[in-house]
């Protein structure tokens, strides 16, 4: 399975995030986790046909988590779409459907399948398939808010060819008894056991998608050894109060659901626009739990990691600046010209009359290329000395969003 984060703002989008949508990918089949405003575009942004949206879960009805569904809908409309397409959420979805399509004249064509929970519904398996199926709690909002956990069926164990050609099978249809658990009698009589052949059920894998709570007991049984955990991650702890009052979940909160639960993965999402660095989140969940990733939008996350080798490779290297700085080597001087990977030869700059060149170990070369006096910054030259004193680097503060109230 392949999870899409397609919006991973909250409440109101800003410059770089849309609004919340996470689209799963499984089988061919495209499963939408709430649909915010802008969704359909980022699923083609994404390469994601939007033809291939089987089923729509939405969490609740706040207008940033269900803005995009008009569109989407108008579009597979446009579409010619005739496959029916299911829509699962909180009891009151149709009705608003129908009154956007009756007030916008949209007469949408091929079905809809609707599944709408009640608010007073515990634990609900609301979607059942071949080979998963997706189960629904009620989360901790200010309003009725489900969380959903899409969960695979455990998968046959593998059968070990080898021994099985020992044992005399050598039949398709006895391959596939085998494989469903049951016993083969040979011709010559002797029994081969499924057990034998047959290894262990490998387990389904699972993607369960936590938003708009609080830290509540049902986001925990959800989240139960899950693969990937997506979980709302609204605000950080300095802001814990603001979260408590809104019906939010800190960074913090969304890893103590993921330790707990002991998820394989955690990834936070629905970051309130005030934070314009999301790593200060994921810093505070890894405080908690270590195996936290960010959600970035169109960022396609595997929940097998095993077939992402290859495909996606880090681009951003986290770099502690002191150390680098410390491990720096000394640069030398070197023409223009001969440098490396140069994208075009440079003229030689005329070298000012009276320059000298110091060797990089040398320590007359403490002040540079040139044999420049140090200057101190009030200009006193008699203060010149051949050691620059370090001074800290300037820490320019990236969010100053404590300060004022945006959410
Ligand atoms: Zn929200």
């Not at 709430?34 to 879960?57: H, P, W, Y």
């Not at 446009?78 to 149709?94: A, D, W, Y």
Request: glycine share 6%; hydrophobic share 35%.
């Amino acid at each position: 399975m392949i999870v899409i984060p397609l919006g991973v703002s909250s409440a109101t989008p800003t410059a770089v995030r849309h609004m919340p949508s996470v689209a799963l990918w499984r089988d061919g089949n495209v499963y939408l986790f709430d649909c915010g405003e802008n969704a359909q575009m980022r699923l083609l942004q994404a390469g994601i046909k939007r033809s291939k949206v089987d089923t729509i879960f939405i969490s609740h009805m706040d207008g940033d988590h269900v803005f995009g569904l008009f569109g989407l809908l108008s579009t597979l409309q446009l579409q010619r779409r005739n496959k029916e397409l299911t829509i699962v959420g909180p009891q009151g979805i149709k009705e608003m459907i129908d009154a956007v399509m009756k007030a916008t004249g949209l007469e949408i064509e091929f079905q809809i399948k609707y599944n709408e929970l009640k608010d007073d519904m515990t634990h609900e398996v609301v979607l059942e398939d071949e080979d998963f199926y997706v189960e629904a709690r009620p989360m901790k909002h200010t309003r009725f808010c489900i969380g959903y956990r899409l969960q695979e069926k455990d998968k046959p164990g593998k059968v070990d060819a080898e021994k099985a050609k020992e044992a005399g099978i050598t039949e398709d249809e006895h391959f596939k008894a085998l494989k469903a658990g049951n016993d083969v009698t040979l011709e010559d009589g002797s029994v081969v056991h499924s057990a034998d052949i047959v290894g262990d059920p490998r387990p389904g894998e699972s993607f369960v998608y936590i938003t708009d709570t609080e830290f509540c007991e049902n986001a925990v049984r959800l989240s139960e050894n899950a693969t990937i955990l997506y979980h709302e991650a609204t605000f950080g702890e300095p802001l814990k109060e603001k979260a408590e009052d809104t019906g939010h979940s800190s960074a913090q909160d969304a890893a103590i659901v993921a330790k707990t639960a002991k998820v394989d993965r955690l990834v936070i999402g629905h970051f309130s626009a005030r934070y314009s660095n999301q790593f200060l989140l994921l810093k505070e969940a890894r405080g908690v739990f270590e195996k936290t990733w960010l959600a970035y939008e169109l960022r396609p996350i595997f929940t097998n990691p095993a077939q992402e080798k290859d495909i996606v490779s880090p681009r951003v290297e986290i770099i502690d600046l002191k150390e680098k700085k410390a491990q720096k080597p000394r640069k030398t001087f070197k023409p223009a010209g001969n440098r490396k990977g140069g994208f075009k030869k440079k003229r030689f700059k005329r070298k000012p009359e009276n320059a000298r060149y110091y060797r990089a170990d040398s320590d007359n070369n403490q002040r540079g290329r040139y044999n420049r006096p140090y200057r101190s910054t009030d200009g006193d030259r008699s203060k010149s000395s051949p050691h620059r004193p370090s001074k800290p680097l300037p820490i320019t503060p990236r969010t100053p969003f404590d300060d004022f109230d945006r959410f």
